[in-house]
């Protein structure tokens, strides 16, 4: 067995699929996560994931408990999985990522994206703490930027969230991370694979990284993804909107810097700038 995967998790593996055989490895190092596909001897094929130390693993897990109907063939089903032991098996998706290919231009691509997210998005509560909560963490956030970004920029940050008022959170099943490479297209059907930062959140989390990346100078592909959603924000979600976009910003910078990945922390403090400027 791979290097990483436990004898707890070895020993699920096997009482779940029997014998199999490493297809590929999409492991995922930055994150300790363990990422395969796998075929059985009878030609059925597998995705393994599997950490002790990420909660992505029981994100994924809670996101499929809480139901996809109907979507079937578009996103992963789930086979086998122990929060416990920190390891899931779900059905292989056949498809190519989008990411990189002539489908992540194509505003069809996007416009059955935002039609699948639709879908995933369903009702999950009221909360009253959720917008405080997540202020909490962006000035946790911006303690930890300190020498990464100007304090100039940082004032303006704690400016920009001290006007804030979100108030009550409308939650839905987020994705997380809802993204040309969590999406796959397969004969022109597009699917979503990846749960592991799945939780219940405002619908507007899912916009804010195609907002700073893919949407820019593409309206295009903009509306193409709201008229498949089926909706843009409403005035009365400017504020959470913002500090969404505040958050993952400023968590950006630190979380890709603390990895060492130099690409990634450039897209956050293009999107602080994006921000501080007045998107």
């Given amino acids: 067995m791979r290097q990483g995967i436990t004898e707890e998790q070895s020993r699920l593996l096997t009482s779940w699929l029997g ?8 492991s995922w190092p930055l994150q300790d996560t363990n990422v395969l596909h ?12 599997a950490s002790t130390t990420s909660h992505h693993i ?14 079937h063939g578009r996103i992963p089903a ?30 069809e691509t996007y416009r059955q994206a935002g039609a699948l997210l639709a879908r995933i998005h369903r009702p999950a509560g009221v909360s009253s703490t959720y917008a405080t909560a997540l202020t909490a963490k ?17 004032d303006s940050f704690e400016q920009a969230l001290h006007e804030l008022r979100p108030g009550v959170a409308l939650l839905v099943a987020t994705h997380g991370d809802y993204q040309p490479r969590n ?32 949407f820019v100078g593409r309206p295009d592909l903009a509306d193409a993804f709201q008229a498949g959603l089926g909706k ?19 968590g950006t910078v630190v979380w ?15 999107m602080v700038e994006r921000m501080l400027s007045g998107f």
């Fill in 19 to 26: 014998g199999f055989s490493v297809v590929k490895d999409y």
């Fill in 38 to 49: 796998v075929a059985t001897p009878s030609g059925d094929e597998f995705i393994v994931k």
């Fill in 58 to 71: 029981h994100r994924e897990i809670a996101a499929h408990a809480g139901g996809f109907e109907g979507l």
């Fill in 78 to 107: 789930l086979r086998h999985a122990s929060a416990d032991a920190g390891i899931l098996v779900t059905e292989f998706l056949p498809g190519t990522l989008v990411e990189g290919t002539p489908a992540e231009d194509d505003p």
């Fill in 138 to 154: 962006t000035r946790a956030w911006m303690d930890r930027a300190h020498g990464l970004l100007p304090e100039s920029q940082l």
């Fill in 183 to 214: 999406w796959l297209q397969d004969n022109g059907q597009v699917k979503v694979i990846d749960f592991g930062r799945a939780e219940p959140r405002p619908w507007v989390h899912d916009l804010v990284r195609l907002s700073h990346q893919r």
């Fill in 232 to 250: 843009t924000v409403a005035p009365a979600e400017t504020d959470v909107w913002r500090l969404e976009n505040l958050n993952q910003a400023i």
């Fill in 256 to 270: 890709a810097n603390q990895l060492g990945d130099a690409a990634f922390e450039q897209t956050g403090r293009t």
